[in-house]
């Protein structure tokens, strides 16, 4: 390839340094120029370009119901250009000048990419036209020949860039190469390829195929264990410019070209730059409930709006939490067309020193020492699994691979996490690169509550197993119910292999600090537990202890209840309710008692995930044992009620109207309202000043429904007061 530069072209060029020949090649965006006459040497005078074969037009058959999007399944893709998978053949036609003669003209095809294309870096590929196509590899056979036109299937390698190529024909003439111009409308995007089996991110199962690819819209599971709550995302990955704004994330990463066709380099450099920490990335995180100046995380609805502010401005957009970025990054993911999917695991350890125990500190009166307590029990917390081969580990380590784009911990300098190999976290092998010791820790670890005696030696009143990652789940594919996915982390709680693994994680290096130095008797004959009365936001609820006293001995126990309002990572925000009591155990029997908690006492400082932590630790005055024991609990929230009005038919206006009443006793202000669902309506947004007490609020829109089949609304409602309010729609869009 040589390249025509002018005075201009060198001043932008960026400079070169000593160890490499070319700059970087790590944007898909900027171009080369590409000379339309590439002189041998001296061109006679009587030489004209005319006399030779000639490319008039280039048909690619790019629109959705014609044969390429059709048979390579990106007929969703709202975008005028070519859209094909790799390892797999597609077709276009070229229209020359005259008829095409085999046995005297010569032309090939030319693929490039970025601004420094390069042939052994595959940015730069030739295909010369054959009788054969091989299977995953670059290559081009004439399909068919009528007058003036010929007919090509071209079949890109199965390992290629993923990314968008440039076009050109390139003809051969004796005093040099001809070639076509500059056209972006023969520009195409070649992707990841599920359904190829050469490609490392195969899938064999089409129903799988259908929801982990070409699903845009899916279900975040939240709230809490005893309270399971999920509600829809739209992920939208087919939307217009969303396509481009996915690889210009690469381009921000600076990931060069040449590492574009590896799904595991993809995945790592996604999971830093999908969070702003260190890189200037898509979402700023917050998680301490003001959201001044951005949005509250609460309120999106999905990841097209994020995706093109960030897209545009270049700037992160605020404000993320766990579950925004990883809604994104499925988009990111499913968009490119590598299997995704949203987890969600309760429960989930966030282990500051990495030692898989967690250290809850109480003081003497048995209530937890904030000061020392470091470690947090997130109620839950969402990443993602994208599914690929790992020819980088042994065999076997291949599949669901876990990436997280939430910034909690840095690895290799940045705030990334993955791909870990979900089975090599499963059989505790996390010498597996990337991050598996921090995955292993978030679905493992213990809790272990001590106390500090008066002389300093402390003490471990209980050592919890079981509490962190109880439950990993995701969406079942094609419905929207939940699938459990624990047994793909671990092993039966307290089984043999269980503990196996996590002896094979501790020789790997995963630090388990032994307790057998430290004084350990736990608590036998008294059992104590409690129970969180479900209750609706606004409402009084009551918090029942119950002791079961298993020995032949009359008790008392001294024991204090915690109420505390926390952030669903764990965090406590502040203390709303203390309440201590005697309580009397008879022997042999079980006693319970109720704790009763009023809306007035937690209605002021409530977060946006209407959130509540309760401890309850007893101290039995005969023997000195403190029992201890945590839950977290949710609140219902109010949900919206979407409608919609007359004919749903692709095309024709229709109309959907969303409904909101009140619960609380006071008025909210300055509510947002959110809408949006792929393919049938673009994110619409309503701003209301007030809603008083009881009183219902209806919101009307009028829109125009693209693509037919069943669709999904979503809408969200936010404001101070009341977060984490949502409704959603299915709809059947008829065909025109």
């Known amino acids: 390839?040589?390249?025509?530069?002018?005075?201009?072209?060198?001043?932008?060029?960026?400079?070169?340094?000593?160890?490499?020949?070319?700059?970087?090649?790590?944007?898909?965006?900027?171009?080369?120029?590409?000379?339309?006459?590439?002189?041998?040497?001296?061109?006679?005078?009587?030489?004209?370009?005319?006399?030779?074969?000639?490319?008039?037009?280039?048909?690619?058959?790019?629109?959705?119901?014609?044969?390429?999007?059709?048979?390579h399944h990106t007929d969703k893709y709202y975008s005028p250009k070519l859209i094909v998978r790799r390892g797999q053949p597609f077709q276009i036609q070229i229209d020359f000048n005259r008829p095409y003669k085999p046995e005297t003209d010569q032309f090939w095809l030319e693929y490039l990419i970025g601004r420094y294309p390069q042939q052994n870096k595959g940015t730069y590929i030739p295909i010369l036209v054959g009788d054969v196509l091989q299977p995953g590899k670059w290559g081009a056979k004439i399909t068919h020949k009528e007058n003036n036109s010929i007919r090509l299937s071209i079949m890109s390698s199965a390992t290629c860039i993923v990314g968008k190529f440039r076009l050109y024909v390139a003809v051969w003439t004796p005093f040099g190469i001809l070639r076509t111009h500059r056209n972006s409308s023969t520009d195409t995007y070649i992707l990841f390829n599920p359904w190829c089996q050469q490609d490392a991110v195969y899938l064999d199962d089409e129903k799988e195929r259908e929801e982990y690819v070409l699903n845009d819209v899916g279900i975040v599971f939240h709230g809490n264990?005893?309270?399971?709550?999920?509600?829809?995302?739209?992920?939208?990955?087919?939307?217009?410019?969303?396509?481009?704004?996915?690889?210009?994330?690469?381009d921000k990463a600076e990931l060069e070209?040449?590492?574009?066709?590896?799904?595991?380099?993809?995945?790592?450099?996604?999971?830093?730059?999908?969070?702003?920490?260190?890189?200037?990335?898509?979402?700023?995180?917050?998680?301490?409930?003001?959201?001044?100046?951005?949005?509250?995380?609460?309120?999106?609805?999905?990841?097209?709006?994020?995706?093109?502010?960030?897209?545009?401005?270049?700037?992160?957009?605020?404000?993320?939490?766990?579950?925004?970025?990883?809604?994104?990054?499925?988009?990111?993911?499913?968009?490119?067309?590598?299997?995704?999917?949203?987890?969600?695991?309760?429960?989930?350890?966030?282990?500051?020193n990495g030692n898989l125990r967690l250290d809850f500190f109480l003081d003497d009166e048995g209530k937890v020492d904030t000061k020392l307590t470091k470690d947090s029990v997130w109620n839950y917390h969402c990443w993602n699994e994208a599914w690929m081969t790992r020819p980088d580990l042994p065999v076997g380590f291949g599949g669901w691979q876990v990436v997280d784009g939430t910034p909690q911990e840095t690895s290799d300098g940045m705030y990334r996490c993955g791909p870990a190999s979900?089975?090599?976290?499963?059989?505790?092998?996390?010498?597996?690169?990337?991050?598996?010791?921090?995955?292993?820790?978030?679905?493992?670890?213990?809790?272990?509550?001590?106390?500090?005696?008066?002389?300093?030696?402390?003490?471990?009143?209980?050592?919890?197993?079981?509490?962190?990652?109880?439950?990993?789940?995701?969406?079942?594919?094609g419905g929207d119910g939940m699938m459990e996915i624990t047994e793909e982390y671990k092993f039966q709680e307290g089984s043999q292999e269980e503990r196996l693994a996590l002896e094979t994680a501790v020789m790997y290096g995963v630090e388990k600090q032994t307790t057998q130095n430290i004084a350990y008797q736990p608590q036998t004959d008294v059992d104590m537990d409690f129970q969180v009365q479900k209750a609706v936001l606004g409402s009084d609820f009551k918090v029942t202890i119950t002791f079961r006293n298993k020995s032949r001995n009359y008790y008392t126990a001294t024991t204090y209840l915690s109420g505390n309002i926390v952030f669903y990572t764990g965090v406590t925000k502040n203390e709303f309710k203390k309440h201590s009591f005697s309580a009397k155990l008879e022997p042999s029997s079980s006693t319970s008692f109720d704790v009763v908690i009023k809306s007035s006492e937690y209605l002021s400082d409530l977060l946006d995930q209407a959130s509540f932590h309760f401890f309850v630790t007893a101290r039995i005055n005969e023997t000195g044992k403190i029992l201890a024991t945590q839950k977290a609990t949710v609140l219902e929230v109010p949900t919206l009620r979407i409608k919609t009005q007359g004919e749903t038919v692709a095309g024709k206006e229709m109309s959907v109207t969303v409904e909101f009443t009140?619960?609380?006793?006071?008025?909210?202000?300055?509510?947002?309202?959110?809408?949006?669902?792929?393919?049938?309506?673009?994110?619409?947004?309503?701003?209301?000043?007030?809603?008083?007490?009881?009183?219902?609020?209806?919101?009307?829109?009028k829109c125009i429904p693209k693509r037919p089949g069943l669709r999904k609304l979503i809408a969200s409602l936010n404001c101070d007061a009341l977060r984490h309010v949502y409704g959603e729609l299915n709809v059947q869009i008829q065909k025109p």
């Open 1 to 71: 390839m040589s390249e025509t530069t002018n005075t201009n072209e060198e001043k932008k060029k960026p400079p070169l340094n000593g160890r490499r020949a070319l700059p970087p090649n790590n944007s898909n965006d900027e171009e080369n120029e590409v000379p339309e006459m590439e002189a041998f040497g001296l061109i006679p005078r009587g030489f004209n370009p005319k006399d030779y074969l000639r490319v008039v037009d280039i048909h690619m058959f790019k629109e959705p119901h014609e044969i390429n999007k059709q048979q």
């Open 225 to 250: 264990i005893n309270e399971i709550k999920l509600r829809s995302w739209s992920y939208g990955q087919f939307e217009e410019n969303i396509l481009d704004a996915c690889l210009f994330l690469m």
């Open 257 to 352: 070209l040449s590492g574009r066709g590896n799904p595991i380099k993809i995945c790592r450099v996604a999971s830093a730059v999908i969070n702003s920490r260190d890189d200037n990335g898509v979402i700023a995180g917050s998680w301490d409930n003001t959201y001044t100046y951005g949005v509250a995380p609460s309120a999106w609805t999905g990841s097209v709006d994020i995706l093109l502010e960030y897209y545009s401005s270049k700037q992160p957009v605020r404000y993320g939490q766990c579950w925004v970025f990883a809604g994104v990054f499925n988009t990111f993911l499913r968009c490119l067309g590598i299997p995704a999917r949203l987890v969600t695991n309760y429960s989930s350890a966030h282990d500051n």
């Open 422 to 477: 979900v089975q090599a976290i499963k059989h505790g092998h996390v010498c597996f690169q990337f991050d598996a010791p921090f995955v292993y820790a978030e679905v493992n670890s213990d809790i272990v509550y001590s106390r500090r005696e008066k002389n300093g030696t402390q003490v471990i009143e209980k050592i919890d197993t079981t509490h962190i990652g109880q439950l990993i789940v995701t969406k079942e594919v």
């Open 662 to 701: 009140n619960p609380l006793k006071q008025t909210l202000e300055n509510v947002t309202l959110r809408l949006e669902g792929p393919g049938v309506l673009r994110t619409m947004k309503k701003e209301f000043r007030q809603i008083p007490t009881n009183s219902t609020l209806i919101w009307e829109v």
